[in-house]
């Protein structure tokens, strides 16, 4: 029919028809990409949009560009559009009540999700879809609650996945740790005994072996927290290894110092066990020396513990280090007796004495002048490990005295003066009587034999056999409780 009057009409208004169908088709090819433009538009905000509504449109703002192609004859149907995203939406089981709307290959999102990632998530699935020219994303992002524990738990969760992950890498950490340890104990006996062929000293081979075992331990803890991940703490124990030594060195200088004064003593060995020494204005018999003090028992049998360091900086008398020890004594006799003679009969009683040594010779010195007596200083000698003393002295002084009354030599008392405020009563008597009474006087100061030849005289009771106390010193020491443990570095 078209075909059939088409040849009717005349040529101006075929012509005419054909220029109007050409212009309506140009303005609907130019007016179709700004409708389309305006339709995916999201609607204007009022004043009940939510900030998070807003921000949510900020996220999503790439989402509002104009697509830069658009199919005009699309091969997908808008319903089969709707259809897989629906089905897409719906299977990540991300969204709360998701809806998709697809009108001339714009989409429109609705529903809800609990973050923002899976909103863009979502535009940008709908953006990649075949035959999509637009998408508005009307998806809300859940609020969360006032008291959302989620992050907690997914920290938790994050560390729980970590620490199974990191489980083999432990194993292989502690197995390195081990290793480390065996290695550090060899490397300890195998210092010991290279030192031991050289150095005689214990302590200082105890020190000098942990010196090398140290570094030892520091590698192998430093790659066993390489091994398990920790790099920045191993870097950490390395880097604050020096600090932590000094810091450590400040807090606790006394006690390294005292232990640097027990590696001296233990070395240069100023005394041993057993000797009887004077220290800081302490007399005892040394029990043992340890890193931190000396032990000594006192002679009425208490312990003392002295500091090393104070023990190095002291000045030590050592009473034992000599066995010989010299003793002495002061006696006076009256200025009408023969010095010389009070010498002789003082030396003859040393001479004749079981206690004092002939080497070195015994000394009868005369010291000086007194008031009322000429005072002789009596000097000898004898062997502190067997005789005691103050035995020995007291022994000697008492056979001078008896010896000095057998040869008729005074011992007068030093002058006083005595006043009498009633006077002086004076008793006669005949000389018959007078006679007797001095005879009588003078056979109590005459002895009838002398010290020197009775030995029995030269140890009394009281003196018991003139040994060494030291022993009983040291009996008692055994006996007792050690106030401290510890290693004894003058053990051999």
């Known amino acids: 029919m078209r075909d059939a009057y088409l040849p009717s009409l005349p040529t101006e208004h075929l012509l005419l028809m054909m220029r109007t169908r050409l212009c309506i088709a140009t303005a609907l090819l130019c007016v179709l990409p700004s409708a389309v433009n305006c339709w995916g538009q999201d609607?204007?905000?009022?004043?009940?949009?939510?900030?998070?509504e807003v921000a949510s449109i900020e996220e999503t703002k790439e989402d509002l560009k104009a697509p830069t192609e658009v199919d005009v004859v699309p091969l997908a149907e808008d319903f089969e559009i709707e259809d897989r995203?629906?089905?897409i939406l719906e299977a990540t089981t991300w969204f709360s009540r998701p809806r998709v709307k697809v009108d001339?290959?714009?989409?429109?999102?609705s529903g809800q999700t609990q973050t923002p990632e899976h909103k863009l998530w979502a535009g940008d699935l709908a953006r990649n879809t075949q035959d999509v020219v637009a998408v508005v994303n009307r998806i809300n992002v859940a609020e969360k609650p006032i008291w959302d524990l989620s992050p907690a738990w997914k920290e938790i969760l994050k560390l729980t996945r970590e620490a199974v992950q990191i489980l083999p890498l432990l194993g292989i950490a502690v197995l390195l740790l081990l290793l480390t340890w065996l290695a550090s104990g060899l490397a300890v006996r195998l210092t010991r005994r290279i030192l031991r062929r050289r150095i005689k000293n214990r302590l200082l081979i105890n020190v000098s072996?942990?010196?090398v075992a140290i570094p030892v331990f520091l590698v192998g803890l430093y790659l066993a927290l390489r091994v398990s991940g920790l790099t920045q703490i191993a870097a950490t124990v390395l880097g604050g290894t020096g600090l932590v030594?000094?810091?450590i060195g400040i807090a606790f200088r006394d006690i390294a110092e005292n232990f640097l004064a027990s590696v001296l003593i233990s070395i240069q060995r100023p005394f041993a066990l057993g000797d009887k020494i004077t220290v800081d204005g302490h007399v005892g018999i040394v029990q043992s020396v340890t890193a931190r003090g000396t032990l000594l028992m006192t002679m009425d049998g208490n312990h003392i513990q002295i500091p090393n360091s104070s023990i190095y900086k002291s000045v030590i008398r050592n009473e034992t280090a000599n066995p010989k020890l010299r003793c002495e004594f002061l006696i006076g006799i009256d200025y009408g007796d023969s010095i010389t003679e009070a010498q002789d009969v003082a030396l003859q009683v040393l001479r004749d004495h079981i206690a004092v040594l002939v080497e070195p010779d015994p000394m009868v010195i005369v010291e000086e002048l007194g008031a009322s007596t000429v005072n002789i200083r009596v000097y000898f000698w004898i062997n502190s490990h067997e005789h005691s003393a103050i035995k020995v002295r007291s022994s000697v002084i008492r056979l001078t005295k008896l010896a000095f009354?057998?040869?008729g030599l005074t011992l007068p008392d030093e002058s006083r003066e005595v006043i009498f405020p009633r006077g002086v009563p004076v008793l006669m008597h005949h000389a018959e009587t007078d006679a007797t009474l001095?005879?009588?006087?003078?056979r109590q100061m005459l002895p009838e034999t002398t010290p020197s030849t009775r030995p029995e005289m030269i140890a009394n009771a009281a003196e018991d056999d003139l040994s060494s106390e030291d022993e009983v010193i040291n009996e008692q020491a055994?006996?007792?409780?050690?106030p401290e443990e510890g290693e004894n570095l003058l053990e051999a």
Do not use: H, Y
């Open 245 to 247: 030594g000094l810091v």
């Open 405 to 407: 009354e057998s040869a």
């Open 478 to 482: 055994r006996q007792s409780r050690s």
């Open 209 to 211: 072996a942990r010196a």
């Open 85 to 87: 995203l629906l089905k």
């Open 43 to 52: 609607p204007p905000l009022t004043s009940d949009v939510s900030e998070q």
């Open 438 to 442: 001095a005879a009588s006087d003078q």
């Open 104 to 109: 001339e290959g714009v989409v429109f999102l």
